[in-house]
Nanobody, 115 residues
Framework: QVQLVESGGGLVQAGGSLRLSCAAS????????MGWYRQAAGKQRELVAL???????NYADSVKGRFTISRDNAKRTVYLQMNSLKPEDTAVYYC?????????WGQGTQVTVSS
């Protein structure tokens, strides 16, 4: 069983920064993809950024140039550095892990950006 624990959400003014962290524990393959999704009120969950265990990253167009995903494989932790935040970034952010034995989700952390 895999557990994902997120931290780092909160309230920030537009233009500010936040850093999210997600620590994974349990049965995790060395080959995996970790990343972040978000879900705003009344909207579907959407991809924010993904990082493979080899370090290749993918971003949603809406966050390119503002958000940076990174990971520490030794700590089984993935980070999301969010800069130049906009009110439209307000959402619950979920950590995600994909591996051959399945997919896991964190409980979510709220990010609120005030204008």
């Amino acid at each position: 069983q895999v557990q994902l624990v997120e931290s780092g959400g909160g309230l920030v003014q537009a233009g500010g920064s936040l850093r999210l962290s997600c620590a994974a524990s349990g049965s995790i393959s060395s080959i995996n993809v970790m990343g972040w999704y978000r879900q705003a009120a009344g909207k579907q969950r959407e991809l924010v950024a993904l990082s493979g265990s080899g370090g290749i990253a993918n971003y949603a167009d809406s966050v390119k140039g503002r958000f940076t995903i990174s990971r520490d494989n030794a700590k089984r932790t993935v980070y999301l550095q969010m800069n130049s935040l906009k009110p439209e970034d307000t959402a619950v952010y979920y950590c995600n892990l994909k591996q051959t034995r399945g997919e896991s989700w964190g409980q979510g952390t709220q990010v609120t950006v005030s204008s």
